[in-house]
């Protein structure tokens, strides 16, 4: 498993849930890391864990992504070190009816999900290309696919990942650099505790329904090192995916509506 070896990975919201999985799991296969989040405490354990049990480099790089000069910040510390595979993970949910959210948490949603993202793709993305090899990963999420009321502005934030990442996909055939969406449906994580708290349909949800987030990074990771373009771990996602396509939007609609009224 050291396809990784004298490689660099960048991992984005890695102090929990997905982001810290995918991280464990490229370290395994030999890759050194840089951990970006906002939680120091979180990232030094991580770092520390890493390197002991794996041997490979790994630098803690606390961060806040939604600060003004973020990007810059993560270059100056990166000292021009190549990033060799780019993990963006990081991301925030809301969940409630889109006229009574909160307006700053959802422009903060926004900036995280999809112009945070949009930057380090930009700012690492031509120094892959300028040598030949590369890779990126986004995290996106089975919301991609359709309007979920209710998760109206996250769906809507992971649909521009996952149109961005077969844009690029596209963009970059006969680079050497390959892209890489993640779309994960319900998975164990911070963020779907969150729902769970916050949402009484979500609280519904079957246990079995919800993956596990060593899983769904594995299927990322696998992906990704093999250049497949959309990943979605699971089969029962792999359907509901597959099937929105079919269907008329107008009935898309209708579906993702009765399901957002009834956790409202």
């Not at 089969?235 to 579906?255: E, F, H």
């Amino acid at each position: 498993m050291a396809d990784g070896k004298g490689q660099t990975a960048l991992v984005t919201g890695a102090s929990a849930g997905i982001g810290l999985e995918i991280a464990c799991e490229l370290a395994a296969r030999g890759f050194d890391l840089v951990l970006v989040a906002r939680r120091a405490a979180e990232l030094e354990r991580l770092s520390r864990f890493l390197q002991r049990d794996h041997e490979v480099r790994a630098r803690a790089v606390p961060l806040d992504l939604l600060a003004p000069d973020a990007g810059d910040s993560l270059e100056t510390q990166l000292e021009g070190e190549p990033v060799d595979l780019l993990v963006n993970n990081a991301g925030v949910i809301e969940i409630g009816a889109f006229r009574e959210l909160d307006r700053e948490s959802l422009l903060r949603l926004v900036q995280l999900n999809a112009v945070a993202l949009t930057d380090l793709t930009h700012r690492f993305l031509q120094p892959m290309v300028d040598r030949g090899r590369g890779r990126i990963l986004n995290v996106a999420s089975l919301a991609a696919f359709q309007p979920v009321p209710a998760l109206n502005v996250y769906a809507a934030t992971k649909a521009f990942v996952l149109s961005l990442t077969e844009s690029l996909s596209e963009e970059l055939k006969g680079t050497g650099v390959t892209i890489t969406a993640l779309c994960p449906g319900l998975t164990r994580t911070d963020m779907v505790d969150k729902a769970q708290r916050q949402n009484p349909l979500a609280r519904l949800t079957p246990s079995f329904l919800i993956a596990d987030s060593r899983e769904v990074a594995r299927e990322g990771v696998e992906a990704c090192l093999a250049g497949r373009v959309v990943v979605v771990p699971g089969a029962t996602n792999k359907l509901q995916a597959s099937l929105v396509g079919l269907y008329p939007r107008s009935l898309v609609r209708t579906i993702g509506g009765w399901i957002g009224r009834s956790g409202l």
